[in-house]
């Protein structure tokens, strides 16, 4: 069994949740800090828009952005002399952009859980909005964030339908997981197959107990997994 797919996904997944970490907590903040509810419901809906959308339509999308052909793919070709469209960074950008709206969302439903008074106890005290954030906002959703982050990094390291699009499967380059799976049954690869997908499931079943553990401590008994 080749290991390259299992590397390159590990890394993809380990850099796209990096990344998705911090910018689906700043996207949660700020849109809860949203007062008008049409701008609120707008913003909600372009930022959870990837979820909905089938992976293969967001990485077409992804495609028309950053294609060869397109100013911002050529804009990093003339300048930086980087190609993004079926290159590594292509892999994760497709991650980025399917898992985002799990960490958005799940950050967004931790931050709206706060009880409010605190918040409005803090204002009191004079904190400023960035200390209210970090003391009592985040350090109150700590566990749902978390959860969102599991969620995230499982959801990046199983992309497949916009990775497929915008990074092709090439292999040893950006032939992930999800693609070598495809790979090897199209090529009739059975035994490398089920090796591929019994790493997958090991990892999406630590993610779950993962996700189940910091649900509890968030104090919800996790019936719903």
């Known amino acids: 069994m080749d290991w390259s ?5 590990m890394k993809t997944a380990s850099l796209s949740i990096f990344i998705t970490f911090f910018l689906g907590i700043f996207a949660a903040w700020r849109v809860v800090r949203i007062r008008s509810q049409v701008w609120k419901n707008i913003c909600d809906g372009i930022l959870t828009l990837p979820l909905v959308l089938p992976p293969t339509v967001a990485g077409f999308f992804l495609l028309y952005i950053f294609g060869v052909k397109r100013p911002i793919g050529q804009f990093f070709i003339d300048y930086f002399s980087i190609k993004i469209a079926f290159s590594w960074g292509a892999t994760v950008i497709a991650a980025v952009t399917m898992s985002f709206p799990l960490m958005y969302r799940s950050a967004r439903g931790a931050f709206e859980q706060v009880d409010q008074n605190l918040v409005a106890a803090a204002r009191t005290l004079g904190m400023s909005e960035w200390a209210i954030f970090r003391k009592v906002l985040l350090a109150n959703a700590i566990p749902g964030v978390v959860s969102g982050g599991v969620l995230a990094f499982a959801r990046g390291l199983g992309e497949f339908g916009a990775t497929a699009m ?9 032939r992930t997981l999800p693609m070598a799976v495809y790979s090897e049954v199209a090529a009739g690869n059975m035994d490398s197959a089920y090796g591929y997908v019994a790493v997958i499931v090991v990892i999406a079943f630590i993610s779950v107990v993962l996700m189940n553990i910091a649900a509890y401590k968030a104090g919800g008994h996790t019936h719903g997994y």
């Open 166 to 174: 915008i990074a092709g499967n090439i292999a040893g380059k950006t």
């Open 5 to 9: 797919p299992i590397l390159i996904s």
